[in-house]
């Protein structure tokens, strides 16, 4: 159990319900427009916080509706505040674009920040940059369920084991949902329903009591939230900020800056597409190690059939992760899927047995590209009931030897590039390109975002199912030789550096009213660094946040909590500054 | 000569996600030394390894009799990062003087002889007393998955 990260959030949790009571003690007030949290509303934001984490959506879940983008536009929509919802989703978004999960280990849980932090967010009448400052803590709690749902989980393999021995296809198939996901059910949506039906009052009466006696704060949840953004930023940076395509990120930066108020992030989309090309064009060596592939695949037996081969696949993209757990991980999701398969395959009981406890054994990989695995599997089994001599242990090895490398390139490509350069984009149409000022977003960001993803993810994954059941292993060199798969990611680096540098301009929003006094006359410092570079102070945030985190070592779970307390300290009012209207001097906070 | 491994891994999945996506970035790392017989005798797998890496990582494989001569006739000042794939492999590399300062223990899966110890880690008691001699012997042996999740020593028995 990751202690730091839990005292972190614990503290974070203990002032705001410190804060939460004494206001609401002190204020009866309440505000008028602000939507209020009804039971039913609150039962489906759990319905649906526990929908984004369960197989029902062909593995959209996780890849789309996990994310902040698309909880917020999801919440909004049910709170009866869609635009609202999604200016609020993209926003929170921002934290959540580095962020990846791989092999079992979660940092945080961009889901419960999107689903209850837009709730919270919406029903206190926050704005929309501040509302990152309130989801941020709420996404580290996260991380708790989902270690007691990985434990838990440990023993449906076990009962699938029984099973298997008696040959019973059916009951291994049921038994990778039918027991874990009542249970998920209760374990995330419960405890979301109830947080945002007891929470809502508390959140919406403390924050109308810190507006009315202590507005400073709210001022220190603006400027964390900026910061917070540069975070999330960051966490990017550190897998895009590498050598010879770094300066992609300046170029962005510096593009978008220019724009001012014309940014639009499809446009700068497309001529960091253009430049990704150029780059890997300009920069190859000449020539590319290339394996030649002579031979011709032999044919496959013909005992299966497409439609046989695309219900295993069908069977995989819903439930690979269904019954996710620490002791095999996707083992009973992988024999899941081949239960068509061996259906189809052996007829003997002995026969059946066997090869449904050969797919029950630990098995992870990436589900998209890790779908090669099982079409090369399912080529392995067709031969071997008809008649060739494949051992289990040339079965296994296969297995063995493919998922570590396959989701290795899988995650790189499908949790590294596809979805954040996709949140990316959907972000910025969300948000219209800039975060400062927004308070109403754009429905078609959330769903130009799953486009994107379902393209990848249902169009990619039977694509390298079915061609993986034709061409067997020749299929997997085929696909990583020659430089195709690494040119692929410099275009995708070149394309995420350009892109963090336009969303460094539209979505991390620092500014200083701070002022000086030069002889007779105060300026403000704000002025002077605008004469300088514009957006100096966001660009700065980044690299710090980028320096601490890769070459400082600091944690990212720190940082988060450092920039909320340093943001809400330093927006206490002690520094000179210039009232706008009045042209007064007056005292300040250090960020606007 | 490096001596000191920026992580000397033990990891029975190899190369895969937590190392691409996330050892890489934090460590700096700029090749991978894979010691393990079975890949070294296969040369299909070998090239769906070196071809899966990302385009900045050198992927060398070699064989576990190969591994000291591998590692003295290496001049690289390059960051470096070591995986095997069971605690059997390191002991033998070990036995036969390849130098060993810490252990990070990134990934078992699970099978009928082994019984889960951390999160998705999985030891078999076998296993377990070969990681407690090597502590012994003053390697410092501990369970991380990830840079973000803290270490967890091996406890002695």
């Not at chain 1, 509706?65 to 989703?89: C, D, W």
Request: hydrophobic share 50%; net charge neutral; proline share 5%.
């Amino acid at each position: 159990m990751n202690t730091k990260k839990i005292a972190i959030a614990f503290i974070i949790s203990l002032v705001l319900l410190f804060v939460s009571v004494a206001s609401v003690k002190a204020s009866a007030g309440n505000q008028a427009d602000a939507p209020k949290i009804g039971l039913g509303t609150a039962i489906l934001i759990g319905l649906m916080y526990y929908g984004s984490l369960s197989p029902w959506f062909a593995n959209l879940g996780f890849t789309v509706f996990y994310r902040p983008l698309v909880a917020g536009a999801l919440v909004g929509l049910v709170m009866g505040h869609p635009a609202e919802g999604v200016a609020i989703g993209a926003n929170i978004n921002i934290l959540y674009l580095g962020w990846i999960g791989a092999g079992g280990t979660l940092p945080s849980d961009p889901a419960l920040a999107g689903y209850l932090g837009t709730a919270l967010a919406l029903a206190g009448g926050l704005d929309v940059q501040s509302s990152l400052a309130l989801a941020a803590p709420l996404g580290l709690l996260g991380s708790v369920t989902f270690s007691l749902r990985m434990s838990l989980s440990s023993i449906v393999p076990h009962w699938a084991d029984q099973y298997a021995e008696d040959g019973n296809i059916r009951m291994v198939a049921l038994s990778n949902f039918i027991y874990t996901q009542p249970f998920l059910l209760l374990l995330y949506g419960l405890p979301v329903a109830v947080a945002a039906y007891l929470g809502a009052p508390v959140v919406s009466a403390s924050l109308n009591w810190i507006s009315q006696n202590a507005l400073w704060v709210m001022n220190g949840l603006y400027a964390a939230s900026g910061m917070l953004a540069a975070l999330g930023i960051a966490m990017n940076l550190r897998y895009l900020f590498l050598p010879s395509v770094w300066p992609y990120y300046f170029l962005g930066f510096i593009i978008t800056t220019l724009l001012g108020e014309q940014v639009n992030l499809l446009i700068l989309a497309g001529i960091g597409a253009v430049l990704a090309f150029m780059h890997v064009r300009f920069t190859q060596s000449g020539e590319t190690e290339s394996i030649q592939i002579t031979e011709a695949p032999d044919p496959p037996p013909g005992i299966l059939t497409r439609k046989d081969v695309f219900g295993a696949w069908l069977r995989w993209l819903f439930f690979s992760h269904a019954s996710w757990n620490w002791e095999r991980l996707q083992g009973l999701g992988f024999a899941h899927s081949m239960t068509p398969i061996i259906r189809k395959l052996y007829h003997t009981k002995d026969d059946i047995s066997a090869a449904l406890k050969r797919h029950l054994v630990f098995f992870n990989t990436q589900p998209d590209i890790g779908g090669i695995v099982h079409g090369i599997v399912i080529s392995m089994e067709e031969e071997r009931a008809s008649g060739a001599d494949i051992s289990d242990e040339a079965i296994n090895g296969t297995k063995v030897g493919l998922m570590g490398p396959l989701s290795g390139i899988g995650d790189t490509i499908q949790q590294g590039i596809v979805i954040p350069i996709g949140l990316a984009i959907g972000m910025g149409v969300a948000t219209g390109g800039n975060i400062s000022g927004v308070t109403e977003g754009n429905i078609l960001g959330p769903i130009i975002y799953l486009i994107i993803v379902a393209a990848f993810v249902w169009g990619v994954g039977w694509l390298v199912w079915w061609q993986g059941y034709k061409q067997g292993r020749k299929l997997v060199l085929s696909v990583l030789s020659g430089g195709f798969m690494k040119n692929w990611i410099t275009r995708a680096q070149v394309l995420g550096n350009f892109i963090m540098g336009a969303l460094t301009v539209s979505f991390v929003n620092l500014s200083t009213p701070v002022a000086i006094r030069i002889g007779g006359t105060v300026i403000g410092i704000q002025n002077i660094l605008d004469q300088i570079i514009p957006n100096l102070l966001p660009v700065l945030a980044v690299l710090l946040a980028w320096w601490l985190l890769s070459k400082k070592k600091v944690s990212p779970v720190m940082l988060l909590g450092a920039i909320i307390f340093t943001g809400i300290l330093l927006s206490y009012p002690i520094w000179p500054g210039v009232d706008a209207v009045t042209n007064e001097v007056i005292r300040v906070g250090v960020f606007k | 000569m490096n001596d000191d491994w920026a992580l000397f891994r033990i990891d029975d999945r190899l190369i895969h996600g937590q190392i691409v996506t996330v050892w890489i970035a934090e460590l700096q790392i700029k090749r991978i030394l894979i010691i393990d017989d079975v890949l070294a005798e296969d040369l299909f797998l070998q090239n769906v390894y070196r071809y899966s890496a990302p385009p900045s990582i050198t992927i060398d494989i070699c064989s576990i009799k190969e591994g000291p001569e591998f590692y003295k006739s290496d001049n690289s000042t390059t960051s470096t990062m070591v995986i095997v794939r069971s605690p059997a492999a390191a002991m033998q590399l070990f036995e036969i003087g390849f130098p060993l300062k810490h252990i990070n223990i990134g990934a078992l899966g699970s099978t009928p002889e082994r019984e889960r110890y951390y999160k998705n880690i999985s030891i078999s008691t076998l296993e377990l007393e070969t990681l407690r001699k090597l502590q012994e012997y003053g390697i410092r042996i501990y369970f991380q998955r990830v840079p973000s999740e803290p270490p967890k020593s091996l406890e002695p028995s």
